[in-house]
């Protein structure tokens, strides 16, 4: 089993919907992250949230948000989506830099489908 | 310029052969680890083996072992007997422990390998 939890695992949504994806971790990391992933690509980062330091993609339009309520928690707001929003999106933690082997740990992933 | 490097889109290979999947890095950062992840279709990333740039030895975890040549920058990932369940995509990643080039800590991937084990 993942020790990182994503909810929900399939979600359909309208572009005038607003949802939340949500990841939890409970393996005592500082750092965590949220990638996109369209079929056939790699990941690619968007947000890391690092010793309560949020980073961001610049590329990364703001009809998504991300909110770290603890450390153990990370959600992503979704508002107004576009139907090429659609993808997989994978949470991960880590230990920051320095810490370990510095491997992520990802999710299951979130399907998301904005129609 | 990319920073990983995959050349081999996909690739096929009889069950119990072994396979190497190529990866190439480029990074100005002394310190940095290299990372293999396994993605079956469910999606789910699967960390496989770790390299780090100052590790003299080359990793291995159970079947699977790191071919690190630091002066080429590669990074190969090399699969012992290989089974029908290894048909996945297989991602090579790196993470600079300075973020070099002002980026955000986090791991950057290559395209990818689909690799597709055959009876």
């Known amino acids: 089993d993942t020790e990182v939890t994503q909810t929900p695992k399939h979600l359909v949504m309208g572009m005038t919907n607003k949802k939340s994806l949500k990841c939890e971790q409970h393996?005592?990391?500082?750092?965590m992250y949220w990638y996109k992933q369209k079929a056939k690509k790699p990941p690619e980062l968007m947000f890391v949230?690092?010793?309560?330091?949020?980073?961001i993609n610049e590329s990364v339009p703001s009809r998504f948000s991300p909110e770290c309520p603890n450390s153990s928690l990370l959600n992503l707001h979704l508002h107004a989506l576009q139907p090429e929003d659609s993808a997989l999106y994978l949470c991960a933690s880590s230990q920051p830099p320095g810490q370990g082997a510095g491997e992520l740990f990802f999710g299951e992933g979130s399907r998301l489908t904005v129609l | 310029a990319q920073k990983i490097t995959q050349t081999q889109p996909g690739m096929f290979v009889q069950e119990k052969e072994a396979v190497t999947l190529d990866c190439t890095y480029d990074t100005s950062d002394p310190s940095y680890g290299l990372f293999w992840y396994k993605q079956p279709s469910s999606g789910e990333m699967i960390f496989l083996i770790y390299?780090?740039?100052?590790?003299?030895q080359n990793a291995t975890e159970g079947r699977y072992s790191l071919n690190f040549q630091k002066a080429r920058k590669s990074a190969n990932l090399v699969i012992s007997a290989s089974q029908l369940g290894d048909s996945a995509m297989y991602f090579c990643?790196?993470?600079?422990?300075?973020?070099?080039?002002?980026?955000?800590?986090?791991?950057?991937f290559g395209k990818g390998t689909h690799l597709i084990i055959q009876p």
């Open positions: 393996m005592g990391h500082r750092a």
């Open positions: 949230y690092s010793y309560e330091k949020l980073s």
């Open positions: 390299q780090g740039s100052y590790d003299q």
């Open positions: 990643a790196m993470r600079e422990w300075g973020y070099s080039g002002g980026g955000a800590d986090g791991l950057t």
